[in-house]
């Protein structure tokens, strides 16, 4: 084990103890697949407000009940550049710009000393608005998860949608971990969006708590039923099914977390990049990402 692989244990350790009581799946397992949930979800975003500053908040339906989510337009530079819209990562406060939080939508785009060349929007899933115990909490339900992520990926089909009606550049999407893992949702369920870029995500979703390290956060009742967590979680076959060369993808090969192994053949056919990191250490690496969403936006436009 190198120290990459050795960090991310040893954070999965911690939060295990830390959350103890509070465990993924501790109170129920019963939802429908994330792709049926996520394909018939839906959110409605003005398109005006995409050049106004400020968190515009968002109620989203889905078929396992309605989900609060958010957006802030980080900047608007106008209707003939690119349009990013970026997912934060699982636990994160994406518009908290304290000192102390973990916020990878300022590391990489609002602290950088290089100029972001797009409309920026910051999305917030559902349960990110508080504390990480509460978030802890909701996560207590596997409904709730799905609900999350089929949330967020209906937000950013809002988004985009809103996005084409005010501009005419391309619209890229890019997420980190959780963020990652909607970008790769929404490209199986809505498929509208002219680059995709999911950071540290596969289409396994249902391994993380079946195989790595991270299933330490699961719920001894959820372990026990690793065929359950695959049969919600996993949509592997239809992002496979998906014939368009519209993803440029970035794991990191010593992951603990989404391992690079098992998420990797989702990408087949795909142009992956690889970081010789682990999951936190990767997460870290702030110039290297930066550097790979931003040049997949120089090259975006395909129209």
């Not at 019963?30 to 996520?38: G, H, T, Y």
């Not at 959820?222 to 440029?248: I, K, N, Q």
């Not at 992956?272 to 936190?280: S, T």
Request: proline share 5%; aromatic share 8%.
């Amino acid at each position: 084990m190198n120290v990459h692989e050795a960090i991310d244990v040893g954070t999965i350790a911690l939060s295990g103890l830390l959350l103890r009581d509070a465990k993924f799946f501790a109170r129920s397992l019963e939802s429908p697949p994330i792709v049926e949930v996520a394909a018939e979800s839906s959110a409605s975003v003005d398109a005006s407000d995409l050049s106004r500053a400020g968190v515009h908040d968002v109620t989203v339906e889905t078929p396992i009940g309605d989900f609060e989510a958010a957006y802030m337009p980080w900047q608007w530079r106008g209707p003939d550049d690119p349009t990013l819209v970026y997912h934060h990562g699982s636990g994160e406060r994406p518009f908290d710009f304290g000192r102390v939080s973990s916020n990878s939508f300022r590391r990489l785009f609002v602290a950088g000393d290089r100029a972001v060349p797009a409309n920026v929007v910051a999305v917030r899933a559902p349960f990110h608005d508080g504390s990480s115990r509460a978030y802890a909490r909701a996560m207590g339900d596997l409904a709730n998860f799905v609900g999350m992520l089929a949330a967020s990926a209906a937000l950013v089909e809002a988004l985009a949608a809103a996005a084409r009606e005010r501009t005419d550049g391309p619209v890229v999407a890019s997420g980190i971990s959780l963020g990652g893992w909607a970008v790769n949702l929404h490209r199986v369920c809505f498929e509208s969006i002219d680059r995709y870029v999911p950071i540290f995500a596969g289409a396994a979703l249902g391994d993380l708590f079946v195989s790595s390290i991270y299933r330490k956060l699961a719920s001894e009742a959820a372990r026990r039923r690793p065929d359950r967590l695959r049969e919600v979680l996993d949509f592997e076959d239809p992002f496979a099914a998906v014939d368009a060369a519209d993803c440029e993808p970035l794991l990191a090969r010593y992951d603990r977390i989404v391992e690079f192994d098992r998420q990797r053949p989702s990408y087949a056919g795909l142009p992956l990049a690889v970081v010789e990191k682990g999951h936190v250490t990767g997460s870290l690496a702030t110039a290297v990402l930066r550097e790979h969403v931003l040049g997949v936006l120089a090259g975006a436009d395909l129209r």
